[in-house]
């Protein structure tokens, strides 16, 4: 099994940028497709990004696409999700995801099966 601890979370200004970790532990990581999904109050939760697990791989949702970057560092067992010019609507519980799958295709939660307990991102305007 995998577990998932997230760091990165806070206030930040319109515009600004923010970056967040997620550390993997476990028997595996290296092939385990990584996601990022977010929560805001009253809302579904709602796909952001996901990477293969070799970071060959990745797929942004439309509303984050160029201003958000998932990266992985595998010797670090860590995945990582940096935004820039950051919106209001951004503002969300942002959860890090792991999938038995080497590649994951589908942008449902439900095709994740590890998830960390989330860290809350504030944008202010």
């Known amino acids: 099994q995998v577990q998932l601890v997230e760091s990165g979370g806070g206030l930040v200004q319109a515009g600004g940028s923010l970056r967040l970790s997620c550390i993997a532990s476990?028997?595996?990581?290296?092939?385990?497709?990584m996601a990022w999904f977010r929560q805001a109050p009253g809302k579904e939760r709602e796909f952001v990004a996901t990477?293969?697990?070799?970071?060959?791989?990745?797929f942004y949702t439309d509303s984050v696409k160029g201003r958000f970057t998932i990266a992985r560092d595998n010797a670090k067992n860590t995945v990582y999700l940096q935004g820039i010019s950051l919106k209001p609507e951004d503002t969300a519980v942002y959860y890090c995801?792991?999938?038995?799958?080497?590649?994951?295709?589908?942008?449902?939660?439900?095709?994740?099966?590890?998830w960390g307990q989330g860290t809350q991102v504030t944008v202010s305007s």
């Open positions: 995801a792991a999938s038995w799958r080497a590649i994951v295709s589908s942008t449902r939660a439900s095709a994740y099966d590890y």
């Open positions: 476990g028997r595996t990581f290296s092939n385990n497709a």
């Open positions: 990477i293969s697990g070799s970071g060959g791989t990745t």
